[in-house]
């Protein structure tokens, strides 16, 4: 009886030592988050990749709602040994992120989903001049393709660009012909549908913003075409054209490498949280004839180098003859001029 008293005991032992390197096990192999924070309308998490996933959904919702929805692919990204996911168009408020590998097959391990703390988002400046008289609602609200509580505006066209896909990137869109028949374009590569949706916006048939996101570094020779003297040409009709664009970097590493970009007789037009490295002349040069312009979050680098005063390139931001411009919160590294402004132009400079 004793003897068997003790088999039952060092059984239930067995068993409780099982069940703990078990859960143990289960706990190790669960996704190990690095770091998560709220930034200004946006949220971001980094995690450790674990063994045997081969990819990861990533979740938003605000704190404490377990109400999840799913970010984009092109928002979860694989540096090697961490992954990383944004989210972006978030209203001011408090939000969760959770993190859930997938098997081989493509099936999520969600026992092995990790969950964020609960992150603080907060809403960008909107009280510059860039935002003074415009629509509160509607396609032009505010300024670029968000809203004015931060989310994306309705119907909004959302495409991601990163150094593969700068060329190849296709859209195809609407266009009224001068004679009135409208028709289907399809426009490919990022300065191509810049272009397009100029065209086509002007023309009526297309009624929705435009929001480019970029990933990564994006190079000069990665671009389907250069249609300015710095790069990429931002432009409307002549001689002021709505244009609600917003052309923004995803997450910390997002550049423009060896060029920068134009902007001319355009309205309502955002470009943000983007890094300029060695722009061949000016970063971005907000060319004449714009107006309620807003340039901000961005990390301006010098330039190429030219001769004299441009050895480090011209003016990390330019702005001539344009009215109702905000330039604000941006960071300069070792540019040889910071922010050149034309005396003669109307605007706000916040920097």
């Not at 993190?99 to 907060?122: F, H, I, N, Q, Y």
């Not at 970097?249 to 060695?278: H, K, P, W």
């Amino acid at each position: 009886m004793i003897y068997s008293d003790f088999k039952i005991a060092l059984r239930n032992l067995f068993v409780t030592l099982t069940l703990t390197v078990v859960c143990n096990m289960q706990a190790s192999a669960a996704v190990s988050l690095k770091a998560s924070e709220g930034w200004l309308e946006t949220a971001w998490v980094e995690w450790t990749n674990m063994s045997g996933a081969q990819a990861y959904n990533v979740y938003v919702s605000p704190a404490g709602q377990n109400s999840w929805t799913k970010l984009d692919k092109e928002l979860v990204r694989n540096y090697g040994s961490y992954g990383r996911a944004d989210a972006v168009g978030l209203k001011a408020g408090n939000y969760q992120l959770k993190v859930v590998p997938l098997s081989s097959k493509g099936s999520e391990m969600s026992g092995d989903a990790s969950t964020t703390g609960s992150l603080e988002v907060r809403a960008h400046n909107r009280q510059g001049y860039a935002h003074y008289g415009r629509p509160t609602s509607g396609w032009t609200e505010g300024v670029g393709a968000y809203k004015n509580d931060g989310t994306l505006k309705d119907n909004a066209i959302v495409l991601y660009i990163t150094s593969q896909t700068a060329k190849s990137v296709t859209v195809t869109w609407q266009k009224t012909s001068t004679s009135g028949k409208v028709s289907d374009i399809t426009y490919t590569g990022i300065q191509d549908i810049l272009d397009g949706y100029r065209k086509c916006t002007y023309s009526g048939a297309l009624s929705q913003p435009l929001c480019i996101r970029v990933i990564g570094t994006v190079k000069f020779s990665d671009l389907d075409d250069s249609m300015s003297s710095q790069g990429l040409m931002v432009k409307a009709e002549a001689p002021v054209t709505e244009l609600p664009l917003t052309i923004e970097g995803i997450g910390n590493d997002a550049t423009f490498y060896n060029f920068g970009m134009q902007v001319s007789n355009c309205v309502g037009t955002e470009i943000r949280n983007l890094g300029i490295m060695l722009c061949i002349d000016d970063g971005i040069e907000i060319s004449r004839e714009n107006s309620h312009i807003w340039v901000h979050n961005m990390d301006m680098f010098y330039g190429a180098g030219g001769s004299g005063d441009k050895v480090k390139g011209d003016g990390a931001v330019d702005t001539k003859a344009s009215t109702y411009c905000t330039i604000a919160g941006n960071h300069y590294f070792d540019c040889g001029k910071c922010c050149l402004i034309d005396a003669k132009a109307a605007l706000e400079s916040n920097t």
